[in-house]
């Protein structure tokens, strides 16, 4: 099972690599996750694109209840929590 950091990780490595990647991602984002990283995502949950500009700012919070972090993470989806809550498995 791959833990969201790991996942968010290849995701960052493939639009790297691949130009064409950001495109199938936008446009059908479970289905291209799937086939690229050979996932199988629980129906539960969903998926929302949200690309980072200057003049916008988007913050992940952790899910509620989990203890807050002694330090900021140097990436905002990698936040205290995210990898207590594998929701990634592979296919």
């Given at each position: 099972m ?7 990780a ?8 691949d130009p ?5 991602l ?5 289905a291209t996750?799937e ?11 969903s998926?929302?694109?949200?690309e ?18 002694t330090a ?10 995210c990898?207590?809550?594998?929701q990634f498995?592979m296919?």
């Amino acid at each position: 099972m791959l833990h969201r950091s790991q996942v968010e990780a290849r995701i960052r490595q493939k639009l790297a690599d691949d130009p064409t990647f950001r495109a199938r991602l936008y446009a059908d984002p479970r289905a291209t996750l799937e086939a690229e990283f050979k996932l199988v995502l629980s129906p539960r949950v969903s998926i929302a694109l949200h690309e980072d500009t200057a003049e916008a700012l988007h913050i992940v919070l952790p899910p509620e209840g989990d203890p807050p972090a002694t330090a900021l993470p140097r990436r905002p989806a990698a936040s205290s929590g995210c990898d207590r809550h594998p929701q990634f498995r592979m296919a």
